[in-house]
Structure formats: C-alpha cells, structure tokens
C-alpha cells in the first residue's frame, strides 16, 4: 500500500515490456480547459508490440490524455512522442502511422459498408485490402450493407476497421466495447489480441476492468488526471490487495487472535458465519495449521483472487462508474 | 533516441498522399448520400420544375403587367423560381449533411487520418453545386423551350448572375451549418429563413408589383439582389453592378462568418 502511494507522487516509469522500442512516449502531459484541469500530469511509455491499458473512470482525463497523445489536442505542457515523432510538427506521418478510433462516432446511415471502407482507403499511401479487413472483422458478408443496418457490434467493428485500413503501427481504440453485449465484446477483444499478433502495438482507454485484465500487458490508473499506478494487471492487483485473502467457515468457534498473532496474517474479519483473513506469504497453510493446532478445521475454503477492480477502488477510493459495466 | 526517429522518418513513404483519388473517393459518397435521401434534390430542383410547368400553363400567367413595359407575369416568376430552388438547396440541401458529419463524430473522426475534415465541406460543396447549376438550367430550358419565355438578352450576365447568386447562398448555406447544433434544427432555421427571404424575392408579391419602400428593401436583401440581376440578364442585357455588389457583399460576410463560428465538433 504505502509504495502505491509513493507512486502516486512521482511519475511512474514503470517496467518496460521485452522487444524494447517505444512506441508511445508521454512525458509530463498537462492540459487545463480554463480552471478545470484534465489532465495534470501524465507520463507513460508503450512498448512496440504491446496493447497497453489507459483505465480510469469517466471525467478522470483518459480521453483528454489520449486526445494529446495523437495530436487532436494540444497540450498545455509536456511531450510527446510517436515512433518518434511530434504529433504537430509531423501531423501528417503521424496520421498515416496512428490509426485512431475515437469514443461514439457513427457514420453516415445510407452509406454501404464497403462505400466507407473504400473511401477511407483511399486516404492512405498504403492501405489495407478491404477484402481481407472485413474478412478478419467478420464483416465480409455485410460489405453491400447499409451501415443503419449493422448492429451495436458490427457498427464498433467497422469502426475499428477504420481504424486500422490504413495500416497503422499503433492503433489506439478509445472505449471500443462500451455498449456491445458480452458476445460482441468477447468478439472484439479477440480481434485486438489478433491484430497485436500482426505486429501493431495498441493503446487501449477503458473504464472496463474485465477487460483491462483480459487483454492488456500493463495498464495505466488514471483518476483526477494523473496516473496513480502504472504496472501489470496482475501486479497491479496483487500489490492492491497487500496480499492474498482466505475466506473460510471454521467448524467451532475461535477467538481472532489465534490467527491475527501469525506473521503472514495482517487482518481477520468476520462475514457472518465466515471468517475472512488477509495478509502474505503462505497464508493458507498457515491458517490451516494454526486452525489445526486448535482443534478446528477450516470449511468451505476460498482463496479470493484480488483483481484489478480492487486495486482500483484501493487507488482511487471509488468504484468505476456503472455505465455499462459488466456487474 | 534520434537516431531511432531519423530512421524511421526514412522508412516512412513521402508525406504525399493520392490527394486527387481521395477527394474524388469524398465526392462519391457525397452524391451517393444526396441520391439515397433525395428530399433536398426534390426541394432544389423538383420543386421548381413543377411550378414553371404550373404557372407555364396558367393563361393567366401569361398576360402582360399593366405599366410594366409589357413584362409578363410568367417571365416575372422565372427568376424568383430559380431564385427559390437555390434557397431551398443552400437552406436544408447544403448545411443538413455538413451538420449531420459533425452530429454523428465524422468531422472528428477525419480529423485522424491523413485528409483534413475541410474536405468534406468541400466536397459537399461540389455536389450541391453541381444539383444547383442543374436546377438553373432546368428551370431555365424548360421556360423558354415549352412557355415562351425570352431567351436571355445577356447569356455572361446570367452566368454570373446565377454565380454570385450560388455564391452569396452557398455562403448563407455554411453560416447555418456553422450555427445549427444539430441536423433537426438545420430544418427549422431553414425554414424559419425561408419566407422573409422568399418575401422579398417576390414569391407572393414579384418584385415589380411591390411598393417603392419594399421594392428598396428587396434591392439589399441576398434573394432580391440575386432576382434582379437575373431578370435585367434575361430582359435587358448585362445588369447593373448594385445588385451584383449586393450578392458579392453578402458572398463575402456569410463567408467570413461561417469561417468565424464554424465548429468541427
């Protein structure tokens, strides 16, 4: 806990993922729209290859963040760097290179699936064969469609394919699966892992935890603007619960201190009938044995796997908002 | 660092793109969207058409004004026609879609890919030009082909008549789509802006029928200006520069403005 907070301070750099070459650099990011500050300091580093998680809940500056980051906003302070490149000063390689996919946009209802597809081809030197993208989206049988026709799901695919017809090395897809159903998400975080396989790195804003979790090798905690932890999902939450936690229903009953005394233990809570304990190092074995040595067994027994969700209520004091969240 | 940019700037293509198939890929879907909701083209050019051929086989139409110099009322109506095919496309046919790509994130969208979102203006530009110069055209073949109307004293000062007239609407056309917040209220400040300026164009009451004071107030408004020129180039030969400054004038402050208040999101 209290190296989460030391975090919380100073910029995080945290570990760089193998392969090595930046793809995304933010360097002290800071933007304000008149005395509402969005973002007040933000740094991070994607790794080419990577599909990185900007999580946060709304209002946090995710959006802001990112809006900077490819140069449709100009930051007050700080720098950027794409494959090297300055967002403004070589605006035009940045957009063949950066292939974008902002929250909620629609399209034109009357316009064919292929009519869009082929349009945006044609702002690229070297684009993507529509064919094989639709193929790869799941969207070939509906090329000769009307895009009112599309569902939630397809519509978000044809927007992702937007994204990436002209080929990008970095795609950055802000709030793709907000709205779809769980299938249609499932579908699409398939999609991502897949088109990280051939090679685009990927920057991922979400306020979904599940799928920070599911799909991203390391996530950045934005809240009020600034990162609070930047680390594995994994590490993230494993750090967040400050150990592991057993749950389990003692056949007698037992005074707390018989396990708050143990090293590993640094908490024991009771729900109701059970017994809840957190803390480190081998915990079950310990509380089993010291259970044992008391003449009670322990039933029931469930390890809780602290997730991400919990790192983030730890970091931030809050829930992630219910708009659209898997329960 | 540097030398990981310098060489990846090598790598990169020239920052050229196939600018002229792109715009023309813009235009495309432009004119198929026009063509698949055609409400507007209908207003813009079906409209007009209609009237021509109703007031056309009107026998009253055709009767001279009484102290007009021997002005037909038909003849009168021909420009107001043009004049109101235009109104109507620059009003709801031009601004409508620009608002609607703003509405639904694709000037927004655009604004991440290599082409700048002008283009789509752009682009709606060209299309609704192209429906207007054919409505003009229309209007004015089938007026004087099946009803008798003069053919044009001075063809150049009809062309730039009509031009300064797309002009100065064009540019009105923009000022809406950069004040409107949504598509629905592109239908009601068109609307709403329609009858004044149809007023003072003479469509109840031709301009040559109207008071002294109305028919002064009609010379500086857009529609009036832009019916007066066209009817001295059908008339008389090349119209006078008032009504031509006019339409040049409100070309210049429409478009000043609608460049002042466009939003692109």
Aim: with cysteine; hydrophobic share 50%; glycine share 10%.
């Amino acid at each position: 806990m209290p190296t989460l907070e030391s975090t919380a301070a100073v910029p995080v750099e945290a570990p760089v993922a193998i392969g090595g070459r930046p793809a995304v650099e933010v360097a002290h990011l800071r933007k304000a729209y008149g005395t509402l500050v969005a973002v007040d300091d933000v740094s991070f580093t994607v790794t080419e290859g990577e599909i990185f998680g900007i999580l946060g809940p709304n209002g946090a500056g995710k959006t802001t963040a990112v809006e900077c980051a490819i140069g449709l906003r100009r930051p007050d302070t700080g720098t950027i760097r794409l494959l090297g490149l300055d967002p403004h000063a070589d605006r035009e390689k940045i957009h063949e290179i950066v292939g974008v996919q902002l929250q909620s946009g629609a399209l034109p209802a009357k316009l064919r699936v292929g009519e869009i597809l082929e349009e945006y081809r044609s702002f690229y030197r070297d684009p993507a064969d529509v064919g094989e993208l639709l193929d790869v989206l799941g969207l070939a049988a509906k090329r000769g469609d009307y895009y009112r026709s599309l569902s939630g799901g397809q519509r978000q695919r044809l927007s992702v394919a937007l994204a990436l017809i002209g080929q990008p090395r970095i795609a950055v897809l802000d709030e793709m699966t907000t709205g779809l159903d769980p299938q249609a998400r499932r579908d699409t975080w398939e999609l991502i892992e897949h088109i990280r396989d051939r090679g685009v790195t990927i920057v991922l804003v979400t306020h979904f935890m599940e799928e920070a979790e599911r799909l991203c090798d390391r996530v950045a905690l934005i809240d009020h603007g600034r990162v609070v932890a930047l680390d594995t999902p994994a590490r993230l939450a494993a750090q967040a619960r400050g150990g592991k936690t057993v749950r389990f229903l003692p056949s007698a009953p037992f005074g707390d201190r018989l396990l708050a005394d143990l090293p590993e233990v640094s908490r024991v809570e009771r729900e109701g009938q059970h017994v809840v304990v957190t803390g480190t190092g081998e915990l079950v074995n310990a509380v089993i044995l010291a259970l044992h040595a008391s003449g009670v067994t322990a039933r029931d027994v469930q390890l809780d796997s602290s997730n991400l969700e919990d790192a983030f209520v730890k970091l931030t004091g809050k829930n992630l908002d219910s708009k659209g969240a898997p329960a | 660092m540097s030398s990981l940019s310098q060489s990846l700037s090598l790598a990169l293509p020239s920052p050229r793109t196939p600018r002229a198939a792109a715009f023309g890929q813009i235009v495309r879907n432009a004119a198929r969207l026009v063509w698949r909701q055609p409400t507007n083209m209908i207003g813009s050019i079906g409209l007009p058409v209609v009237l021509t051929i109703i007031f056309g086989e009107l026998p009253s139409f055709h009767q001279p004004l009484p102290g007009y110099g021997g002005l037909i009322l038909f003849d009168a109506y021909v420009p107001i026609i043009m004049v109101l095919g235009l109104t109507m496309l620059t009003l709801l046919g031009l601004p409508g879609p620009l608002v609607s790509y703003r509405e639904l994130g694709i000037l927004r969208r655009l604004s991440t890919t290599p082409v700048p979102p002008s283009w789509l203006l752009a682009a709606q530009v060209v299309v609704q030009l192209c429906i207007a110069l054919a409505g003009l055209a229309i209007v004015n073949i089938v007026s004087v082909a099946a009803f008798g109307a003069p053919v044009p004293k001075s063809l150049g000062g009809l062309a730039l008549s009509c031009l300064l007239a797309i002009g100065g609407l064009f540019a009105l056309g923009l000022l809406v789509a950069a004040l409107a917040p949504t598509a629905n209220s592109v239908n009601a400040i068109g609307r709403l802006a329609l009858i004044p300026l149809m007023f003072f164009a003479g469509l109840w009451l031709p301009r040559a029928l109207m008071p002294a004071v109305l028919q002064d107030i009609s010379n500086y408004t857009p529609l009036g200006a832009a019916v007066e020129a066209i009817q001295d180039s059908v008339q008389t030969g090349f119209p006078p520069a008032a009504p031509l400054l006019v339409l040049a004038g409100y070309t210049l402050v429409f478009a000043f403005l609608a460049r002042r208040f466009f939003r692109w999101e």
